[in-house]
């Protein structure tokens, strides 16, 4: 927040170092997207830059929403999300083997990202609305069991395991911190902690060889492991200052494969070093 008499109120009441924080870190992104496309705006960085915008302006009008409004508005937008991810099951854009995406034509939604931060508020206002003295009952459990549950069912049908466990702790971490007793977290998850040889024979195969790669890279660098391989490479030769902008052989030479989302981090590095990499983390 601004204080000044000159700058009108609305602008004033603004998070201005939040913004520019946020703003810094995505036209930093945007550097980086035109160094992973070779030196060019087109495709990565033009699109990313629209969608920076377009968000921020977006984060700025929700913050001058009132607390009530959003209390009111969260119980129907929780449930046009999980009908989007219902959408999303049954005739969803297929990429890369998963079904993840809304094509609206000018821009491909995927609802699953929407769910993480819709699926902390739903449960914030259910344990708002939730008597005190019920918080120690399974009245506080099975309701927001069944709230997470079907979102993060419809997502790990996608299939994206990833996402649909994110959504899954975002849910447990909030019930938590309302003040769910432990033991409704650690029995539960000792048990899933004991299940864990059965779970992984039903996971699908990519699914399983991820987790093997997770836990040994080396043991396929040219098949499974060859990702982890080469990001880990390209963060390396970064050293402590990096190659130089635009100067990534890894990324460049098309060595580091999805150098421009699943290992951005990695082209940054290997050009701006482990300084730069460091900065950016510090800045998040």
């Not at 939730?130 to 918080?135: F, K, N, V, Y």
């Not at 836990?215 to 402590?240: C, N, R």
């Not at 999805?258 to 701006?272: C, I, K, Q, R, V």
Request: charged content about 10%.
């Amino acid at each position: 927040m601004i204080s000044s008499s000159i700058i009108p109120q609305p602008l004033a009441r603004l998070p201005w170092r939040l913004i520019f924080m946020v703003s810094g870190i995505g036209l930093f992104g945007l550097v980086n997207l035109y160094s992973a496309a070779g030196g060019s705006i087109q495709p990565w960085a033009m699109r990313q830059g629209m969608a920076l915008l377009m968000f921020l302006t977006l984060a700025i009008i929700i913050s001058n929403v009132r607390e009530a409004t959003i209390k009111q508005l969260i119980v129907p937008v929780y449930v046009i999300i999980v009908l989007m991810l219902v959408v999303t099951d049954l005739m969803g854009f297929v990429g890369k083997g998963a079904q993840r995406w809304l094509d609206l034509g000018f821009i491909r939604l995927q609802p699953s990202e929407f769910m993480k931060p819709a699926i902390a508020l739903m449960l914030a206002r259910f344990y708002e609305l939730l008597p005190a003295g019920e918080i120690t009952r399974f009245r506080a459990i099975w309701p927001a069991a069944m709230l997470i549950g079907v979102p993060a069912v419809l997502v790990i049908l996608q299939p994206d395991l990833g996402t649909g466990l994110m959504v899954t702790f975002a849910g447990i971490t909030v019930m938590f911190l309302a003040g769910v007793q432990l033991r409704w977290f650690l029995i539960p998850g000792a048990a899933l902690a004991a299940a864990i040889p059965v779970v992984y024979q039903f996971l699908h195969g990519y699914q399983r060889k991820r987790i093997d790669t997770f836990l040994d890279p080396e043991s396929d660098p040219l098949g499974s492991g060859y990702h982890i391989t080469q990001s880990k490479i390209a963060i390396g030769s970064g050293g402590f200052s990096g190659k130089g902008y635009l100067q990534g052989s890894q990324s460049h030479l098309q060595y580091l494969p999805e150098g421009h989302t699943d290992f951005a981090f990695a082209t940054l590095t290997e050009e701006w070093g482990m300084l730069g990499g460091t900065l950016v983390i510090l800045a998040y």
